[in-house]
């Protein structure tokens, strides 16, 4: 299983990015995704999530409203989108699937958020 994300960097406050995630290794669609985060000295928490088919979403409190998950089956992609960015959305973003007993994590892309 390999998880590549990409589309992290240095934005200013009010500012959008779109996180993308790459997956292979695995029976993509049977899957549901996730976006996790982690901040400096925090815990890593989890943001977003969506099904397999695409069809049900989730997300943190925190970012209801401003963060839109969604996946392409056919290209094997999961997306990030990150609008109305504060600099409290400064973290690692990891993309993350679950199979079973295995969790497999990306190596996680940097958003910083600063003026």
């Known amino acids: 299983v390999q998880l590549v994300e990409s589309g992290g960097g240095l934005v200013q406050p009010g500012g959008s990015l779109r996180l993308s995630c790459a997956a292979s290794?695995?029976?993509?669609?049977?899957?549901?995704m996730n976006w996790y985060r982690q901040a400096p000295g925090k815990e890593r928490e989890l943001v977003a999530s969506?099904?397999?088919?695409?069809?049900?979403?989730n997300y943190a409190d925190s970012v209801k409203g401003r963060f839109t998950i969604s996946r392409d089956n056919a290209k094997r992609m999961v997306y990030l989108q990150i609008n109305s960015l504060k600099p409290e959305d400064t973290a690692v973003y990891y993309c993350?699937?679950?199979?079973?007993?295995?969790?497999?994590w990306g190596q996680g892309t940097q958003v910083t958020v600063s003026s």
């Open positions: 969506i099904s397999g088919g695409g069809r049900s979403t």
């Open positions: 993350h699937v679950q199979r079973g007993l295995q969790n497999d």
């Open positions: 290794g695995f029976t993509f669609s049977s899957y549901a």
